[in-house]
Nanobody, 126 residues
């Protein structure tokens, strides 16, 4: 089993940037596809971005394309989400997720992940 811990959240003004990190521990010998999801107050948890184990394949929600970048460092067992040009509507709890997959496969559905972090708050003020 793998454990995931998010960090880097906080309060930022609109137009600002944050970088989230997700550190994996435990069964890190497996090849995990990784993803970021978010859940705003009173909303469903939604897909944000995903990356394959190899890092060669990524996928983004339309709402964050061109503003967010997902990346990973397998040597550090860490995945990142660089968030630029933040908007108030990006305010949410952000969750990291992992699932063992072939090296070039991304997972973009919530149900496709079995391992989740505890979540971290991102608040964008207007």
């Amino acid at each position: 089993q793998v454990q995931l811990v998010e960090s880097g959240g906080g309060l930022v003004q609109a137009g600002g940037s944050l970088r989230l990190s997700c550190a994996a521990s435990g069964r890190t010998d497996r090849r995990y596809a990784m993803g970021w999801f978010r859940q705003g107050a009173g909303k469903e948890r939604e897909f944000v971005a995903a990356i394959s184990w190899s890092g060669g394949t990524t996928n983004y929600a339309d709402s964050v394309k061109g503003r967010f970048t997902i990346s990973r460092d397998n040597a550090k067992n860490t995945v990142y989400l660089q968030m630029n040009s933040l908007k108030p509507e990006d305010t949410a709890v952000y969750y990291c997720a992992a699932e063992p997959r072939w090296p070039d496969i991304v997972v973009v559905t919530r149900g496709g992940y079995n391992y989740w972090g505890q979540g971290i708050q991102v608040t964008v003020s207007s």
